[in-house]
């Protein structure tokens, strides 16, 4: 199988600030973080790995034209937004807003617990930029992650979505775009293939153990990729690669640490 190749991106490279009640990382470029080398991949404009302090959060503001959704990991993320939704969603939760000709909305720690969550921004397909705003929940066992790759996110042309709000599988997306995520126990491997010419793809260890701006090590979590000899990397946690394959290829991901780790997969076009 033709192999992909792996390019790290170090968590200590990424942008990241401590605010207080805020402390975040970029990996690509955002707010007062630049860096000409990380401004997207594909359709993908951010991923903000947040912990949000107890009692604080963003207040209202405003989004259009792109695809905005949050992973939670730990605590829960209060939203409300200007189409009247609001919801507490705990771990495992995904919520996705198409922000389309507009919406203003909120995110905050709910109870007496930080949130941790990454939040994601993806350019839509061409000409559904100006669509009706949206918004889904789909809310994702651990038991369905573990050793496994299950998918969050998925195109809302795919025919494994639904577009019903009450429904389970994969949350719709107006993006070229997938996303899964797993628990690797130690020991265990997951796999993923992707299919087509010119796909590109992203994986993000979480970074579990804490909020760490220096070079991802110590207690967290480490995983060995493997895209085909001799497309290989260790990375630990707050650690990413970009992935890139002109055919088909295969991924195989193997935890080399003593702790579960969680890992999110961005499959791209």
Same mark, same amino acid.
């Given at each position: 199988?033709?192999?992909?190749?792996?390019?790290?991106?170090?968590?200590?490279?990424?942008?990241?600030?401590?605010?207080?009640?805020?402390?975040?990382?970029?990996?690509?470029?955002?707010?007062?973080?630049?860096?000409?080398?990380?401004?997207?991949?594909?359709?993908?404009?951010?991923?903000?790995?947040?912990?949000?302090?107890?009692?604080?959060?963003?207040?209202?503001?405003?989004?259009?034209?792109?695809?905005?959704?949050?992973?939670?990991?730990?605590?829960?993320?209060?939203?409300?937004?200007?189409?009247?939704?609001?919801?507490?969603?705990?771990?495992?939760?995904?919520?996705?807003?198409?922000?389309?000709?507009?919406?203003?909305?909120?995110?905050?720690?709910?109870?007496?617990?930080?949130?941790?969550?990454?939040?994601?921004?993806?350019?839509?397909?061409?000409?559904?930029?100006? #669509?009706?705003? *949206? %918004?889904?929940?789909? +809310?994702?066992?651990?038991?369905?992650?573990?050793?496994?790759?299950?998918?969050? &996110? =998925?195109?809302?042309?795919?025919?494994?979505?639904?577009?019903?709000?009450?429904?389970?599988?994969?949350?719709?997306?107006?993006?070229?775009?997938?996303?899964?995520?797993?628990?690797?126990?130690?020991?265990?491997?997951?796999?993923?293939?992707?299919?087509?010419?010119?796909?590109?793809?992203?994986?993000?260890?979480?970074?579990?153990?804490?909020?760490?701006?220096?070079?991802?090590?110590?207690?967290?979590?480490?995983?060995?990729?493997?895209?085909?000899?001799?497309?290989?990397?260790?990375?630990?946690? #707050?650690?990413? *690669? %970009?992935?890139?394959? +002109?055919?088909?290829?295969?991924?195989?991901?193997?935890?080399?640490?003593?702790? &579960? =780790?969680?890992?999110?997969?961005?499959?791209?076009?």
């Amino acid at each position: 199988m033709p192999g992909v190749k792996i390019i790290p991106r170090r968590s200590e490279e990424r942008g990241h600030a401590d605010h207080g009640w805020l402390k975040t990382f970029h990996t690509f470029s955002f707010a007062d973080y630049g860096d000409i080398n990380h401004q997207n991949f594909g359709p993908l404009r951010v991923i903000n790995e947040d912990r949000v302090r107890a009692h604080t959060g963003f207040g209202m503001h405003s989004h259009r034209e792109f695809e905005i959704f949050s992973y939670i990991i730990s605590g829960e993320l209060e939203h409300a937004d200007s189409m009247g939704n609001t919801e507490v969603l705990p771990r495992g939760a995904v919520q996705m807003t198409s922000t389309g000709t507009g919406i203003s909305h909120s995110e905050k720690a709910h109870g007496n617990q930080e949130v941790h969550f990454c939040q994601i921004w993806a350019v839509p397909r061409p000409g559904e930029g100006k #669509g009706k705003p *949206a %918004y889904f929940t789909r +809310k994702f066992s651990d038991a369905q992650k573990l050793n496994q790759f299950a998918l969050l &996110v =998925a195109p809302s042309t795919a025919s494994e979505v639904s577009l019903n709000r009450e429904d389970s599988g994969p949350a719709p997306i107006r993006s070229q775009l997938r996303m899964y995520a797993a628990l690797i126990e130690p020991g265990a491997t997951v796999a993923h293939t992707f299919k087509g010419n010119a796909r590109k793809g992203y994986l993000h260890v979480i970074q579990k153990s804490g909020y760490n701006p220096k070079k991802a090590g110590g207690d967290g979590a480490r995983v060995r990729v493997d895209g085909g000899d001799p497309a290989w990397a260790e990375l630990g946690e #707050g650690d990413g *690669a %970009y992935l890139v394959t +002109k055919e088909d290829g295969g991924l195989v991901v193997r935890n080399e640490g003593d702790r &579960v =780790a969680e890992v999110l997969l961005f499959d791209l076009e």
